[in-house]
């Protein structure tokens, strides 16, 4: 088990952060994890937890706790070598242009700006009822500005008559041949438009050209649109989580927060 102060989220959340990334390993003597995470003091944070799937009693020990369950992750991954349009595309005219965002601080921030706190209805951010409106596109926002002068990351934007509809952030490893798919999203005057498929696939055809081999990415059961349009277009899945999370809002017994850097709790193999 891995506990991190998620230093960066504290300007998105308002509060300090944390994420606990649970392994399958760890699944084996799951009291003692529990007994681990009771000791720590989390309160007035927003604590995360990722566990691997499948074992319920794990799961609801957390609730138990005063965990909330909030999604299942499906990690994704496309074979990009021999990636062609699929059929039911192939069948309309894409109307779309990709155009790559000159990467400085205020080209990005032309797209940036163009996000509306409506935009990613299906996020586990969005959703959470502890959470106030429009942390989550603050929170993409945040992000994105972030990588703008990380040497892998690409902003795409899909443009329709020299119109932005679209956008894409991703991560590209010249070395692995990997594109790591952070985010995509349609602006919200254009959802439901159909214009989606388009950007899936003239941004598959994009990374080709770059010399990638393969994609990998992670959507939220709360979004089986994207499930379903992955599906269609020959993704597969190679994992899934469990997400849950725990919000102590305020201080408990006037304790304060402890946690400066990762902690790394042992288990037995």
């Known amino acids: 088990m891995k506990i991190i102060n998620a230093t960066w989220e504290k300007r998105n959340l308002g509060c300090d952060a944390y994420e606990i990334q649970i392994e399958r390993k760890d699944l084996k003597n799951f009291s003692s994890i ?9 309160s007035g944070a927003y604590v995360t937890v990722k566990m691997p799937v499948g074992n319920l009693e794990a799961l609801h020990s957390l609730e138990d706790d005063g965990f909330r369950f909030m999604e299942t992750q499906f990690h994704m991954v496309r074979d990009l070598i021999n990636y062609e349009t699929p059929e039911l595309i192939s069948r309309l005219k894409n109307i779309l242009e990709q155009k790559e965002v000159e990467k400085n601080d205020v080209s990005w921030r032309s797209i940036v700006n163009l ?4 935009m990613f209805y299906t996020d586990r951010i969005y959703l959470d009822p502890k959470l106030k409106s429009g942390t989550s596109c603050k929170r993409y926002q945040n992000w994105i500005m972030d990588l703008v002068h990380n040497p892998e990351a690409h902003l795409f934007v899909y443009n329709h008559k020299e119109v932005p509809i679209g956008f894409g952030l991703v991560k590209m490893n010249s070395e692995t041949g990997i594109v790591d798919d952070l985010l995509e999203g349609v602006f919200e005057k254009y959802q439901d438009s159909g214009l989606g498929f388009m950007m899936f696939d003239i941004a598959l055809k994009s990374y080709q050209r770059y010399g990638m081999r393969k994609l990998e990415t992670s959507i939220s059961s709360n979004n089986p649109a994207i499930i379903n349009l992955d599906l269609v277009f020959g993704y597969s899945i190679a994992e899934e989580e469990y997400v849950l999370r725990k919000f102590n809002k305020g201080e408990i017994n006037g304790r304060a927060n402890c946690f400066n850097t990762v902690t790394t709790v042992r288990t037995e193999d």
């Open 115 to 118: 996000m509306t706190s409506d």
């Open 34 to 42: 529990m007994s681990e995470l009771k000791k720590q003091d989390f």
